[in-house]
């Protein structure tokens, strides 16, 4: 009997994914691939974009001689092409405690959506895909690189065994993952972000060093930017460390509480785009089709 596929969630309609084919991850350098492709490459060739002359010699096909340049200086030249070919995409998503805190949220699965339709979109293209998770055990999981549309399935399987629990250390995680790989491409992380600013910034140092294009997906819930009063006080339990501790929760400290999370946020938003890396901010409140198929592209993200 053939193998039982896994189920995708409820998001991925034909339609939704019909809508997906359309897209492409956009890069905002060029790296070399394995096999023809969409995506300009280093390699110089036989592709559709003029990069070049160089002077003719023994050998050179004389279909790429430019001849009006011929008859300006005597001389031959070949044109030279950007090749275009595929690309590696490595998605990196956040598997800590606090990705799936206030479940009624769905933050995590929100963020599992995102990267499910992100790889849908690299896996149309017929590009390369690879999915890590950044988790709180020692040995981090990762898929092996997939190619082809029907490979959704098995990201989804790998997805489906898999929940966030505890607390990671984001930079040790993403060095686990990053000592196996040897293909720089297009990196995209998927994360709350609700970790001190030089954690993250570790973070981005490392995918730099790899020689990642990064972009970044910051994830919040309702409850994140919006947290119900509890003036009476509560007794809080820390979803990744599991201490606990009373706390008063007033109109005042929310007032406070959302002032440092914009600050936050904006200092994230600010590093981003210093460093060059494509950021994106999505709320649960918000739709995930629409989100990818109208405001990633806007963003510069996909195209």
Not at 8 to 35: C, H, N, Y
Not at 237 to 252: C, I, K, M, N
Not at 276 to 299: I, K, N, W, Y
């Amino acid at each position: 009997m053939p193998e039982k596929k896994a189920a995708l969630p409820s998001l991925f309609t034909p339609q939704f994914l019909a809508r997906l084919e359309t897209l492409r991850v956009r890069t905002r350098r060029q790296f070399l691939g394995s096999r023809p492709g969409g995506h300009l490459s280093l390699r110089r060739g036989n592709g559709l974009e003029f990069v070049d002359y160089r002077p003719y010699t023994l050998g050179d096909d004389p279909r790429y001689i430019d001849w009006k340049l011929y008859s300006r200086t005597d001389r031959f030249y070949i044109k030279l092409f950007q090749e275009e070919e595929d690309l590696y995409t490595y998605l990196f998503l956040d598997l800590s405690a606090s990705m799936g805190h206030p479940a009624s949220n769905n933050k995590y699965e929100s963020a599992r959506d995102l990267a499910l339709a992100l790889a849908y979109v690299v896996l149309a293209n017929d590009d390369a895909v690879k999915l890590h998770l950044l988790g709180s055990g020692t040995r981090q999981p990762a898929t092996p690189f997939f190619r082809g549309r029907q490979r959704l399935f098995d990201l989804a399987a790998f997805l489906a065994l898999h929940q966030p629990t505890g607390r990671v250390e984001m930079p040790t995680a993403l060095a686990q993952h990053l000592q196996t790989l040897h293909r720089p491409g297009k990196a995209i992380w998927i994360s709350d972000f609700l970790f001190p600013a030089p954690v993250y910034q570790a973070g981005f140092n490392l995918l730099r060093a790899a020689n990642f294009d990064i972009a970044v997906l910051q994830v919040l819930g309702k409850e994140d930017i919006d947290p119900p009063l509890l003036p009476a006080g509560a007794r809080m339990v820390d979803s990744e460390s599991g201490e606990t501790t009373l706390v008063r929760f007033d109109a005042s400290a929310k007032e406070e509480y959302q002032r440092r999370l914009e600050l936050h946020n904006r200092t994230l938003r600010s590093y981003c785009h210093q460093a060059g890396v494509h950021s994106a901010l999505f709320t649960t409140s918000q739709d995930v089709s629409t989100f990818v198929l109208r405001e990633l592209p806007a963003l510069g993200i996909l195209r």
